[in-house]
C-alpha cells in the first residue's frame, strides 16, 4: 500500500511515537509499504517553527530531508496539478496545509495517515 503522512504524523513518528494509534505505528513499521512524505509538511514545519507555534520540532525543520531519507520514507513534491485541486476542494475546513495534504492523497492515490478527522470533510481515505 501507499500512504502519506501528516505532518503531525511524521513529527511523533520521530519523536514520540507514543502518539501514534497501534494502527498507524504497524502501517509505518511495515517495509512493503510505501510511505511519502510532501514538501508541504516540510513547508508547516518551517512556518511554525518559525512562528514559535510548534518549537520542539526545530531539530527536524533544520534537517528535514535527512529525517525523511534515514526513514527511507520517499519525499513528495508539490505539483500544479495538487495546488489546483486544493484550492478547488468543496468543504469547509481552510487550513491550506491540510488542503494540500488531501489534493495530493487524493491525486496520487494515497491513504493519509491522520490522527485528524478534519481530513474526512475533505473526503480522502485516512487511516488511524
Known amino acids: 500500500m501507499r500512504y502519506l503522512l501528516d505532518t503531525h504524523t511524521l513529527v511523533w513518528w520521530l519523536i514520540n511515537g507514543d502518539h501514534l494509534s497501534h494502527l498507524a505505528?504497524?502501517?509505518l513499521s511495515d517495509g512493503d509499504n510505501e510511505v511519502m512524505v510532501s514538501a508541504v509538511s516540510a513547508f508547516e514545519l518551517a512556518?511554525?517553527?518559525?512562528l514559535g507555534k510548534w518549537?520542539?520540532?526545530g531539530p527536524i525543520s533544520s534537517d528535514f530531508v535527512k529525517h525523511v531519507m534515514a526513514e527511507r520514507f520517499t519525499l513528495?513534491?508539490?505539483e500544479t496539478s495538487h495546488a489546483l485541486y486544493?484550492?478547488?476542494?468543496?468543504?469547509?475546513h481552510k487550513d491550506p496545509f491540510d488542503r494540500l495534504l488531501a489534493a495530493q492523497s487524493k491525486l496520487e492515490g494515497l491513504v493519509?495517515?491522520?490522527?485528524?478527522t478534519a481530513f474526512d470533510t475533505l473526503r480522502v481515505q485516512r487511516l488511524w
Request: glycine fraction near 4%.
Open 76 to 78: 513528495l513534491a508539490v
Open 47 to 50: 512556518t511554525k517553527y518559525r
Open 55 to 57: 518549537p520542539e520540532v
Open 25 to 27: 505505528r504497524a502501517t
Open 86 to 92: 486544493a484550492g478547488q476542494l468543496v468543504a469547509e
Open 112 to 116: 493519509i495517515v491522520s490522527a485528524d
